[in-house]
């Protein structure tokens, strides 16, 4: 199939194909009609396999139609878990609708309160939003949903990861009740579908990846470590290698993402951490410097790194496995993007041996093991045991104390809401 049949604006193909796209992906051949339709969709593919302009090039679609009603308000309104997606997101938009006349914006957290305001007074057609941010302007009477016809939730499990359920329920429930709501998400299972029927109309549903769907681009292998010592040697084996093109490197924390990065630097590798504690523009200046190849390895934790679209990455090297096993999955979706083949290497110390067999459960496969001549390891790997896999999946821990501008005072929360459901969204924003 070609974009062509997808009955789409020329508005919108033109800039589509001056992208460099010549195919609809599956995701996108399957979910344009529906969307175009006007149905509601529920839809899961895996990373890296085009979700974004399934549902952008039919919104943009949407919005060529005027509106029937008045207003200056967004028509189509767009979450997204983390800053860095829904600056994607908005980029992807820009690159689409540069042949269309709309406008569209984003609401993100850590930026300033003032330039967000003056655009939600302005005419808006698409809003990209991550829910903390959204919430507060909400709160304090500024966004206008009277004209909104589609609701678009990206990275639907993610957003649930993350704890953002209440606030993704609120806002949805502020939204007229005739929108069409669109749920993408890597997988549709459990919490994901629960959300689904509170939030979509008969939905029509598009599955075309199971979470456990072995990544078949993406070659796996992992190393046992020691120690954090051998961990470090073995990286720098790797990134010293000459075999890496670009690559992003996964610790467990922020702190342990800046020390990696910094003994990379004192061995003249070009890499940088990426963290939650960083400002808003430092973050962005480092996702550019990696695009632009001045750095060659991104150090960082899951929650910087979600929905980071960086074509080129070569590989991701797990210096810590995840606590959750469902992360690894979308970590290592990092590479093998497109078309290219990706590399994920995981370094799995006495502390890792219980995740890793999750990990392994939850991919159905073995994780080949590779030693490096000089840095075999001295302990042998103790057998899974069973227990161990029985445990119920732990929950995602949130760093306290890191102060965020959409940090909501308690007090402050909209009238109506009960004190539980105050504090439940309170804790979880701090999250990215
Ligand atoms: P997902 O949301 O499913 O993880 P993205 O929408 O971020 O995936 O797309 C992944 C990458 O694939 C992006 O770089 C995007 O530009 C590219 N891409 C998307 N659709 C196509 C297409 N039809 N042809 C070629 N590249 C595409
Ligand atoms: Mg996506």
New binding site residues.
């Given amino acids: 199939m070609q974009f062509d049949q997808l009955n789409l604006d020329p508005r919108i193909l033109e800039p589509v194909k001056k992208s460099g796209?010549?195919?609809?992906?599956d995701i996108?051949q399957r979910a344009i009609p529906v969307v175009l339709s006007g149905a509601d969709l529920m839809a899961s593919?895996q990373?890296?396999?085009?979700?974004?302009?399934a549902f952008v090039l039919p919104a943009l679609q949407r919005i060529l139609r005027p509106s029937r009603k008045s207003g200056n308000g967004p028509r189509v309104l767009v979450l997204t878990p983390t800053r860095e997606l829904a600056m994607q997101v908005n980029q992807n938009i820009r690159q689409f609708s540069r042949c269309s006349k709309v406008s569209t914006g984003s609401i993100i957290g850590g930026m300033a309160y003032g330039p967000q305001l003056r655009m939600l007074r302005g005419r808006l057609d698409l809003l990209v939003a991550t829910p903390g941010r959204l919430l507060d302007h909400m709160e304090q009477g500024k966004v206008d949903f009277s004209r909104l016809e589609i609701l678009v939730l990206d990275e639907a499990d993610r957003m649930l990861d993350m704890g953002f359920i209440d606030a993704v329920k609120d806002i949805a429930a502020a939204t007229p009740k005739d929108r069409q709501t669109l749920l993408f998400s890597a997988t549709l299972e459990g919490r994901v579908l629960q959300v689904a029927k509170q939030l979509l109309k008969n939905p029509e549903s598009i599955a075309l990846a199971a979470s456990n769907k072995r990544h078949k681009s993406i070659e796996q292998h992992m190393h046992h470590a020691d120690s954090k010592a051998h961990k470090q040697k073995l990286l720098e084996h790797h990134l010293e290698s000459g075999r890496l093109f670009k690559s992003l490197v996964f610790t467990a924390t922020k702190r342990g993402a800046e020390q990696v990065a910094k003994v990379l630097r004192s061995k003249n590798l070009k890499s940088a951490a990426l963290h939650g504690d960083m400002s808003q523009n430092k973050r962005r200046q480092t996702v550019e410097n990696l695009r632009k190849g001045r750095i060659e390895t991104l150090v960082a934790t899951d929650v910087a790194a979600r929905g980071l679209?960086i074509?080129d990455i070569s590989h991701v090297i797990n210096y810590d496995l995840p606590t959750v096993a469902e992360d690894y999955i979308h970590r290592i979706g990092r590479t093998g993007?497109?078309s290219a083949t990706g590399f994920a290497i995981s370094l799995v110390g006495p502390a890792d041996w219980k995740k890793l067999s999750q990990i392994e459960k939850l991919i159905g496969q073995k994780v080949k093991r590779e030693i490096v001549d000089g840095l075999e390891p001295s302990s042998s790997e103790p057998r899974a045991s069973s227990r161990a896999e029985q445990k119920p999946r732990p929950r995602r821990k949130f760093s306290k104390g890191a102060k965020s501008a959409s940090t909501r005072k308690p007090g402050s929360w909209r009238k109506g809401q009960s004190g539980s459901k105050q504090s439940k969204s309170f804790r979880v924003k701090k999250a990215a």
């Fill in positions: 796209f010549i195919k609809p992906t996108q593919a990373t890296g396999t085009g979700k974004t302009a679209d074509k993007r497109a």
